[in-house]
């Protein structure tokens, strides 16, 4: 298995004088991001319930719940206007759908997909989206790919992707760019959720059929700042699957 501090070094990039704004910070994918970002030079405004323990001048918190309105409202009139954004803010949830009621739907779907689109709405309003800017939403390969109790998550996760494409769509003339990334499994908070939720055998099973393994979130943070960087300037409006190889096994 690949050394994570060898995948971190596997690319660099250069964002220095670019601000970038990163939710669900607290989560292993954010927090990758937020030190791949910090160490390429930017200044990160970042967003969890919880606080992040990462000492930096070029790194502003906040410390809200981004279900509420008010508190995205906050946030942007608080920044200066921004050159990228990682919206990885997520709650994972397995509800049969003979179970499903509109509070727990609306739990899932308030973080997973309408606070992303508020955010989003906000920031163009209140124009604080720079020009050439690019936005990147951690969506999940269960969007094209459900499971058994997956109907909120999933649903959520292809809403996210198709808003991404429409944001795309309306900011071309700035030169903006919106893509996705669909992981698979990655090693973080949820996965260690999942195996207590589910069975540990099971997980232990599924993680089989991974030739290059369960992902790493600093797998995850060079792909987003690939996204995130002018290397990237000619790809704009896609969804990026990161399986490490399971999505092949079933062919
Ligand atoms: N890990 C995986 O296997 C996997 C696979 C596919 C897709 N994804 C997606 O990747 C993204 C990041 O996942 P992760 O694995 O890093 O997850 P994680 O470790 O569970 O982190 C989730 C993040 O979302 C934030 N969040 C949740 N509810 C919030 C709220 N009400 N207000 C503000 N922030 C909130 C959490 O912050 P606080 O709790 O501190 O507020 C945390 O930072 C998610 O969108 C997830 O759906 C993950």
Redesign the pocket.
Known sequence: MLNTDRVLAAATFDFKGKRILV????????LAAIQKLLDSGAAVYS????KIDIQSDSLIQFNE???EEDNIEKWVSEIESIDGVIY?????DSIPIRFAKKEKMMKIWD??YFSAVTLCSLLIKKRKVNKGASFVF?S?ISAKHPYIGGSMYTGSKSALETFSKVLALELKDKLVRSNCIA????K????EKGIEKGSKEFMEEHIAKYPFGAGEPEDLAQAICFLLSDASRWINGITLTMDGGFLLQGS
Not at 183 to 186: D, I, K, W
Not at 188 to 191: D, G, P, V
Request: zero cysteines; a neutral charge.
């Open positions: 939710t669900g910070a607290s989560g292993g994918i954010g967003n969890s319930r919880r719940d981004l279900s990885s803010a997520g709650i994972l973080i997973n951690i999940s992981p698979a499994m990655v973080t908070e949820m996965y």
